[in-house]
């Protein structure tokens, strides 16, 4: 039985080091989306990275976004760098970070292309751990995380073993607790995401640019189930400059182009270009 464990243990430990070291040459070339869910958000943080002198238009957004405007078709005046919702609006504060890192943004236009529902997205998603820990709890990133990020973490021990290049490299979410939960809120707008909105807002500002927040493409069965109530909370938060034209921005298709979600496209060729007519 002993001489068992043993040649286990060092299967194991064997096992570990060359799966880390396959997920570290992934991560080092920047191959890892093609081994995790929704890895295009990796081709948009490596977008971030990079010098984009001929674009007016940089687009931040979720996976509705995503396929209005994929990331690897638009790289020219319009600059598509959208992900996913789970990443939050602090997801959203960090890509524009590293961007702003790597490009001018005076006189630049931000846009974020953006589904109702995802301004009420919170750490508490049980997605937070791989669309926001893994791609941004990490040294490229750290400079800009405040205490508004790292204090919902409850778990800094889970929060780190999320950099392990064989947790970076699957679609891993630990089942145990690892961020503190939000307050309980009364509003559509999630106090995190109204947070990192303002941070974004006074990023692009101080830069030079211009932020300018849009609706993604909505089923008609939705229209005017969101309106109201986003009306209201942008009021009560104070959010009306950074709001301003989003809700009149909202274009309408007919249920049947969506997806059972009633949230994505069933085809993204069913969009005509520049949808939104940046």
Same mark, same amino acid.
């Not at 990079?50 to 979720?62: Q, R, V, Y």
């Not at 702003?100 to 931000?110: H, V």
């Not at 298709?253 to 940046?278: M, T, W």
């Given at each position: 039985?002993?001489?068992?464990?043993?040649?286990?243990?060092?299967?194991?430990?064997?096992?570990? $080091?060359?799966?880390?070291?396959?997920?570290?040459?992934?991560?080092?070339?920047?191959?890892?989306?093609?081994? $995790? @869910?929704?890895?295009?958000?990796?081709?948009?943080?490596a977008k971030a990275r990079?010098?984009?002198? @001929?674009?007016?238009?940089?687009?931040?957004?979720?996976s509705v976004a995503t396929q209005m405007y994929p990331p690897k078709e638009y790289s020219a005046r319009i600059n598509s760098l959208s992900m996913v919702n789970p990443c939050t609006m602090a997801g959203q504060f960090f890509l524009l970070d590293r961007l702003?890192?790597?490009?001018?943004?005076?006189?630049?236009?931000?846009v974020l292309a953006i589904t109702p529902a995802t301004f009420g997205m919170d750490f508490s998603h049980d997605a937070t751990f791989h669309y926001v820990l893994k791609p941004f709890y990490n040294d490229e990133f750290s400079p800009w995380q405040d205490n508004e990020f790292i204090n919902r973490i409850q778990s800094k021990i889970i929060a780190s073993l999320s950099q392990l290049p064989i947790i970076r490299c699957s679609?891993?979410?630990?089942?145990?607790?690892?961020?503190?939960?939000?307050?309980?809120?009364?509003?559509?707008?999630?106090?995190?995401?109204?947070?990192?909105?303002?941070?974004?807002r006074d990023l692009v500002q101080q830069c030079g640019g211009t932020f300018v927040i849009k609706c993604t493409l909505q089923p008609d069965s939705k229209r005017g189930t969101f309106e109201e109530k986003m009306n209201a909370d942008i009021r009560a938060l104070n959010l009306g400059e950074i709001f301003d034209g989003y809700i009149d921005?909202?274009?309408?298709?007919?249920?049947?182009?969506?997806?059972?979600?009633? $949230?994505?496209?069933?085809?993204?060729?069913?969009?005509?270009?520049?949808?939104?007519?940046?």
């Open positions: 039985m002993k001489p068992f464990l043993i040649q286990s243990a060092k299967f194991l430990i064997l096992a570990f $080091v060359v799966l880390n070291a396959v997920g570290w040459f992934l991560i080092q070339f920047n191959l890892q989306g093609h081994a $995790v @869910e929704n890895g295009f958000i990796y081709d948009s943080i990079k010098s984009w002198p @001929e674009t007016e238009i940089f687009l931040l957004g979720d702003a890192e790597s490009n001018s943004l005076k006189g630049k236009t931000i679609n891993i979410i630990p089942p145990t607790t690892y961020l503190n939960p939000a307050a309980p809120g009364d509003f559509f707008i999630s106090e995190i995401n109204r947070e990192f909105l303002l941070k974004i921005s909202s274009l309408f298709l007919s249920d049947s182009l969506f997806g059972s979600d009633k $949230v994505h496209l069933q085809n993204a060729d069913d969009i005509q270009k520049n949808v939104l007519r940046l």
